[in-house]
């Protein structure tokens, strides 16, 4: 967790030089500071050990190779330091990475590089991380949801409760979810009741731990 009186420390990893600048551009502000930049795996590791920060932001591919470098780094960094919170940017929807990534624990997220041109969005995602929850983008709960099989459990979900699922997957509290369906808190305590109801998986006030469960179970089908 960054200290409430300062602002959340940063380590930026990527490779592309001009998303990365341009990264740390965006995080010139008061609530931020960017304490090291890393263009590889290796690198990125060798930051978070020097500096602790209080957040990790990278890519899932690096170099030498352009696998899963960064997602390895992630993997080590919350080995050694589960306390630093992580932010894994992707290109594009990679479910298996993401599900290992989501299951590691509190204050990590997973986003399309695409949703960093939302600026204001993109702030706000990384202030939940940093402060321990768990942020999923939507193309993946879409990904999930979308691949429906026979006798799948998600089959029985109502239209409105799919719209639940996917802004818990986001790391939204039961205020910024009725909020966002313009609908009472007391709306959606019961949506989230019924929906985890019809999928078999008990409820929780964690909104970290509700997201996971929901994930691993889609994982599991």
Avoid: C
């Avoid at 500071?33 to 890519?59: F, K, M, N, W, Y």
């Avoid at 690096?62 to 589960?82: Q, V, Y």
């Avoid at 019961?190 to 078999?200: E, F, P, R, T, W």
């Amino acid at each position: 967790m960054p200290d409430p009186g300062g602002p959340v420390r940063v380590v930026l990893a990527d490779d592309d030089v001009l998303l990365r600048e341009g990264l740390a551009r965006l995080l010139a502000r008061p609530h931020f500071e960017v304490v090291g930049q890393a263009g590889d795996g290796s690198e990125l590791l060798a930051l978070v050990r020097e500096h602790l920060p209080d957040l990790v932001v990278t890519d899932i591919r690096m170099p030498p190779s352009h696998g899963t470098e960064g997602l390895d780094a992630a993997r080590t960094i919350r080995e050694e330091h589960p306390a630093v919170a992580i932010l894994v940017l992707s290109g594009h929807v990679e479910v298996e990475h993401a599900m290992t990534l989501l299951a590691s624990g509190q204050g990590i997220g997973y986003l399309l590089k695409s949703r960093v041109l939302d600026v204001d969005d993109f702030v706000d995602t990384l202030g939940r991380v940093a402060g321990g929850g768990s942020v999923v983008d939507p193309a993946l709960v879409q990904e999930l949801v979308g691949s429906q099989r026979r006798h799948d459990p998600l089959a029985a979900l109502s239209d409105r409760e799919r719209e639940v699922l996917a802004l818990m997957a986001e790391g939204r509290s039961n205020a910024g979810i009725a909020a966002q369906l313009w609908v009472t808190e007391g709306t959606v305590e019961k949506h989230i009741g019924s929906l985890l109801g019809k999928l078999d998986l008990p409820d929780s006030s964690s909104d970290h731990r509700r997201v996971l469960a929901v994930l691993a179970f889609l994982e599991a089908r």
